[in-house]
């Protein structure tokens, strides 16, 4: 661009607000490059947080003129990312764009005086950009450690090493311990078997077993106050909550990530269903928002969906609870008969397994929420 041209109208893409208490994020990866034409809503970048990873899509249609922001950068919330010309603006000049390979104008020739420009080119470049940084962190550690079988050693993703601190500071910041038990779940089989296709129909999601164990957890709490609690970090004090806003573990491509459920503890079988099938769908999608990633009272993780008997799951903090449940599976079961001897019978059988924060949950509390919801799931006195 000359000085006596003029550049058409343009306007800055910020960072947008990720939610309460995001300050900040983390660039991952550019989806669109300067030249390149986009629409509205249309995802221009992908961004990493604490919380979550998602798209930030463009806020109107136009072309983009420049990257201010590079991956692999840490961009405050209001930042600038990208100059773009909305669309009717009229043509672009792209002579001083960082991803152009050479030099356009006087300005961009690489000097003794004027070095600036040939970082700007390699930091645009997503090859060089994602990867040198890599390269260089890891190549002592290659050098020195590589086995014979050709291991390799990359960088873990913004997400995995969130998680990676979380679970680390969860164990060293509460006494964690987990009980099991394990409940006859044959008359809820056979309700949800007789009712599946009817509510599938009715509400266009499919009927699993997590609504019921959820609704039997959160009854459960009601009782059992305690599993629904949080400790002070200084051991001094505990908060009982009121409403039970659940997390639900969703395994997702990028990592585990738990959504909550507001005011689950208002909502029947069905609501249940609807609301765990959403928040899952939405999260492994990518399109579940931060502050739905926030502010959980007590988690439920299916480990049975990938076949588990039953695990020892790590408590969510400042949460006190976290139930596990178990696989679903036919077993041979001695039952009394009635006449003070048994009988053999195949029953379908589930693990129970609770982690409890020892701080503020004794292991008889456990013992006697377990039992609570077991309970609940082996009558199946569910309105569904």
């Known amino acids: 661009m000359t000085l006596g041209e003029r550049r058409p109208m343009s306007t800055h893409v910020t960072m947008p607000a990720l939610g309460e208490n995001v300050t900040e994020a983390f660039i991952t990866r550019w989806l669109k490059r300067a030249g ?7 995802p221009l970048l992908e961004v990493a947080t604490d919380k979550v990873d998602t798209e930030v899509p463009a806020p109107f249609a136009g072309t983009i003129h420049e990257l201010l922001a590079k991956e692999n950068d840490t961009v405050a919330v209001g930042e600038p990312l990208a100059i773009v010309e909305p669309a009717g603006a009229g043509p672009a000049s792209h002579s001083d764009a960082p991803p152009a390979p050479e030099p356009v104008t006087p300005p961009a020739v690489p000097t003794v005086t004027e070095p600036a420009p040939a970082p700007a080119v390699t930091a645009t470049a997503p090859a060089v950009t994602a990867t040198a940084p890599a390269v260089t962190a890891t190549a002592p550690a290659v050098t020195a450690t590589a086995p014979a079988d050709d291991a390799r050693v990359e960088k873990m993703s913004r997400l995995r090493q969130t998680i990676a601190t979380r679970m680390v500071a969860s164990l060293q910041g509460s006494a964690q311990l987990t009980t099991v038990l394990e409940a006859d779940v044959t008359t809820l089989a056979r309700l949800r078997a007789r009712t599946k296709d ?56 990028r990592g585990l990530m738990v959504p909550v459920i507001r005011d689950a503890d ?28 926030a ?41 009394p008969d009635g006449t003070g001897g048994h009988t053999i019978a195949v029953r379908s059988m589930a693990y129970l397994s609770v982690s409890y924060d020892h701080r503020l949950v004794d292991g008889a509390d456990a013992a006697r929420f377990l039992s609570t919801i077991k309970n609940h799931i082996e009558r199946a006195d569910f309105s569904i």
């Open 36 to 42: 390149d034409t986009v629409a509205a809503d249309e």
């Open 266 to 293: 208002r909502l029947d079988v069905e609501g249940l269903a609807v609301a765990i099938a959403d928040v899952a769908g939405r999260t492994r999608d990518g399109r579940i928002s931060p502050d739905e990633l």
């Open 295 to 335: 502010g959980g009272t007590f988690t439920i993780t299916n480990t049975g969906s990938r076949g588990a008997l039953f695990d020892t799951p790590i408590l969510n903090p400042p949460q006190t609870g976290i139930l596990g449940t178990g696989a679903i599976v036919e077993r041979v079961v001695p039952r």
């Open 198 to 253: 009817a509510f599938e129909a009715r509400t266009g999601t499919r009927l699993s077993f997590l609504p019921f164990f959820a609704k039997g957890a959160i009854e459960a709490l009601r009782e059992h106050p305690m599993l629904n609690a949080s400790v002070s970090d200084d051991n001094t004090t505990a908060t009982y909550h009121s409403a039970c806003h659940l997390g639900i573990a969703v395994d997702t491509p």
